[in-house]
């Protein structure tokens, strides 16, 4: 079955500083696609940055990258210069190509302190 | 604002009512989901339309839900003789098609159902 596994079920990072988000997924599919999403309190799920898999370089938006291991099945995400709207819910989630099937972990909880 | 909109918001319904939710997808995009979340888990994929067509289903999505998208533009999600464990937030995405390209869905503010 394919599954996707946040183990950190709350994490907090001081105001400035760099946080990693774990994320790991279990596949047997060669091709598919990776997402981190945002969900702050209240408000709708945003899109932070996506990853596909046939591409070796790390995505990287801003103050958000990714450090993608295929070999591990692994899929963090790495927030620089933590700001307070960081602060939200952060789902990986995965989709496997050509299916409309998004599989998505449990979330964790980002704190920002100030 | 342009983009995808759910009502009602809230909906508080006693055990055994039928309840019907609306998404309005943002207007270009062909493409549009619906997720079940429950408190402390992540969205849980539900169904998909590609314009009017249903194309997918999960094995979640029991007879008792129902989902349409007429003329493929907006969606209702109908849920019959409701039970407390449909309590959840019901979340719609749309996405446009592009050829080739994985497209970015673009989630609405959802439906928080409470069953009493």
Same mark, same amino acid.
């Given at each position: ?25 279990? /596949? ?31 995505? /990287? ?46 979330? /964790? ?6 | ?8 918001? *809230? ?17 270009? *995009? ?87």
């Amino acid at each position: 079955a394919q599954t996707v596994t946040q183990s950190q079920p709350e994490m907090s990072v001081q105001e400035a500083e760099t946080v990693t988000l774990s994320c790991t997924y279990d /596949t047997s599919e060669s091709d598919y696609y990776l997402f981190w999403y945002k969900q702050p309190p209240s408000r709708q799920m945003i899109l932070v940055i996506r990853q596909e898999a046939y591409k070796q370089q790390n995505a /990287t938006e801003n103050r958000f990258s990714v450090n993608f291991q295929k070999a591990a099945k692994s899929f963090s995400l790495k927030i620089s210069d933590s700001q307070l709207g960081d602060a939200a819910m952060y789902f990986c989630a995965y989709n496997p190509s050509g299916t409309y099937k998004y599989i998505f972990g449990t979330g /964790t909880r980002l704190k920002v302190l100030a | 604002d342009t983009g995808v909109s759910q009502n009602p918001r *809230h909906k508080i319904t006693k055990r055994g009512q039928n309840v019907t939710f609306r998404c309005d997808p943002i207007s270009e *995009h062909n493409r549009l989901y619906w997720y079940r979340q429950t408190l402390g888990q992540g969205p849980e994929f539900l169904t998909y339309f590609q314009n009017e067509a249903q194309l997918e289903k999960s094995r979640l999505l029991s007879d008792r839900f129902s989902a349409e998208r007429p003329k493929g533009s907006f969606s209702t999600l109908e849920i019959q003789r409701t039970e407390q464990g449909d309590s959840a937030m019901y979340l719609c995405a749309s996405s446009p098609r592009l050829a080739g390209y994985q497209e970015t869905q673009y989630f609405g503010p959802g439906t928080r159902l409470l069953v009493l």
